[in-house]
Structure formats: structure tokens, C-alpha cells
């Protein structure tokens, strides 16, 4: 990949998204700021043309968490890579990120150092068994929001058991064995998500 | 013109970057005013008006250089911060006397800081200034002893087996003391109570 991959870079905080965009700007990445999820939309679906690399700033996501997940997942197709940086590294973000098919996730303090390396490289293919499907991923979310399994339930058109199978599933595609990694996974989401509030 | 003097004790490249573009936007948008951003090795006879310390990594002010810390005292040492870090916010905000600029921030200007600086006054930007010392926020709960042990290791992540085992009690009775944690915080379910327990101060009976 050469240099002159557009990147559309969505930070909503001030000093992240001036750094990055000095740093792309003078390596010779064309750069398109977004502010917000509806001009995220718009540059995703308007742009034809695969070279592109869609870099998230997940620590300024706020309540918009959940809808970026959807967003990375419906549009795996649109762009080359989907690259992530977390405030602080963690194990359980980056698998959740990688599952709703983000490519490369980074802690902050690592971008100095390993973002542009990272966009120069081939892309390595998720393993089909990191994945989360569409089902699994709306499942998560909706218990991250506190929604217990009989609503869930009730929301859809499945049944109480499906959606503990659903969820079974997506704790195995995360590789999440106990209880207590299903619960700190929802608490680091909300966390994320309640930055702002 | 007037030089506004900066200097860096520590601080991540990434936020230096960040930082470096808002003053040169700022510089560009008032011809009469410049900056000078540089590391604190660097001997200048110069009056500095600022200097950066980068706690994003830290949790306490003890992890610092003594000579650094001492900085923390003056108004004219900008901390910089995660909104996550929520201890050590409380702790520069109630025990020491700098500035603060929390790096998640949406909608915080350069110029507010430096205008606030030029004022000899203390610099807190809009995130820090939300954020309340957890007394004020936290309910008192009143547990039982053996409630407030079992709620230590809830909060630690460890199952009801494993809290059993370790308590030398049969696993209904966890169960059944965990139920009276629940009621007793008014949750219902075990993500609300992961999400309480981190917010509540309990005292013993």
C-alpha cells in the first residue's frame, strides 16, 4: 500500500485528531476528519474506491460506542482496513473491537511508534472463529445496555434459549471462558461509554 | 509580540503533537502572539509560563520525580490527564494547586488555557470541572462483616465457587449473602451490581 491511501480518521477529541492529522498529513495520507457518526456514514458509503483506511479513536467514542461497532461491522467491505486505538491497552476491547471486524487495534501510546509502519502492511485476515456475526454482535450490545435475556428476547423475534446460545457463541468467539469476563467485558463498555456523561 | 514559553517535563508524543497544532493554530489566528514549546533540558534565561507534565500513565502524584512533583504546587504546571483516571483527578484537584487538562476533551481551546494561565489563575478544563470527589457522589450501605468480604471479592471478579472455597462456606451461603449485597444496593442483576459496587463506600454493621 502506498502512501497515498485516504484515511478517514473519526476522533472527537481535540488533541488526538490534531496530532493525527499532522502525523498522516505530512507522511502523504490524504485525510477526512469526521465528527461525528452521520458524516462517518456519509464519507463510508459516498467513496468508491477501495484504498481507503478507516482509523478510530475508540476513548472519544462516548454513547456513540455501540453505533460504531454496527458501523465497522456493516461496512467491513467499504475500506481496506479499520484500524482502532484504545486509551489503555486491554486484552477483552482489542477482542471485542477485532470481533465486530475491525483489522488492527493499538493502544494510544503506540501510535508514535506503530501506526504508520501498520498502514504500509498487508492486511492479515481475522480468523473466521474471532468473529462476531451480526446476531451475536446486537446480542452483546443489548446486554452491555443492561438489558436482561427476556427482553432481549422479547425485542427480536427469538426465543429465550436462542439468545443464550447467541450469547454463548459470542463469548466463544471472544474467547471468553467465565462469568466474570462476560461482566468485566460489559463494564469496560459501559465505562467507554459513559466517558461523557 | 509577545512569546508565550512552554516547556515539557513529560509528555507522550501523540499529546505533544496534538498540543504543538492547537498553538500554531492559535499563533496563526493572532499575528501578535508566539510560542515556545520546548523540553525542560533546554537552559533559557526566559520567564516560563507553562510547563507540561503527562500523568495519563500514572495513578498517583508519588510515581512522578520528586522535582517533578513539586511542579504539581504551581498554577502554571498543566497536568494532563484521562477522563478515567478519577482517583487521581480527586487527588490533584483537592490536594494541589495546578492546572488540569483532561486529553479526552471535545471541546476545549488552547486560548481559554493560555488566557487563564496569563491570569495567574488555575486552568481546569470542562471535564475536570464536572468531576466531583467520590464522597459526595457514594451512598452508605451498611453490610454485615461477612457481606463486606464477600462484596471484596465480588468486586475482584471472583465467582460464587470460588468465593465459597476460599471462605470455607458452602456455596448456598454465598449465594444467599449475595442476594441480601444485591437488595441491599437495590440491584437485581450482576452487571448493575458490577457497575455499583465501583461507585458505593460501604461501612461494616
Known sequence: MDDSTLIILYETRVLLREALKATLTANGNPVIVCHTMEQLAEELCSQKTLCRTLLVGAGGLGSDLTAMLRIMHYTETMVEKTVVYLPVPDALLTRLFLGARATHCLAEKELGDKLLPLLREQNAKLKRDERLSLSELDVLIDYSCGLQTREIADRGTRSYKTVFTIKRNARLHLGIESKSGWLGLLSKMSQLSSVYD | ??????????????????????????????????????????????????????????????????????????????????????????????????????????????????????????????????????????????????????????????????ISKLLFRSEKTVSTHKRNIMQKLGVSDDFALSKKIKLTSVLYE
Open chain 2, 1 to 162: 509580540m509577545f512569546t508565550f514559553h512552554l516547556r515539557t517535563v513529560i509528555c507522550g508524543e501523540t499529546y505533544l503533537s496534538g498540543i504543538r497544532q492547537s498553538l500554531d493554530n492559535l499563533a496563526r489566528n493572532n499575528p501578535h502572539w508566539q510560542y515556545t514549546l520546548q523540553p525542560q533540558s533546554v537552559f533559557s534565561d526566559e520567564e516560563v509560563h507553562l510547563h507540561i507534565v503527562d500523568c495519563t500513565g500514572c495513578s498517583s502524584p508519588g510515581e512522578l520525580p520528586a522535582d517533578t512533583a513539586n511542579l504539581l504546587n504551581s498554577r502554571k504546571t498543566l497536568v494532563l490527564l484521562r477522563a478515567m483516571q478519577r482517583d487521581m483527578t480527586t487527588l490533584l484537584l483537592n490536594d494541589y494547586a495546578c492546572s488540569i487538562l483532561c486529553v479526552d476533551e471535545r471541546h476545549c481551546t488552547i486560548r481559554s488555557l493560555v488566557e487563564t494561565v496569563m491570569k495567574n489563575r488555575r486552568f481546569l478544563s470542562p471535564l475536570m470541572k464536572r468531576e466531583k470527589p467520590p464522597e459526595k457522589d457514594a451512598e452508605v450501605i451498611i453490610l454485615t462483616r461477612t457481606e463486606h468480604s464477600i462484596l471484596e471479592y465480588l468486586r475482584q471478579g471472583l465467582s460464587g465457587v470460588e
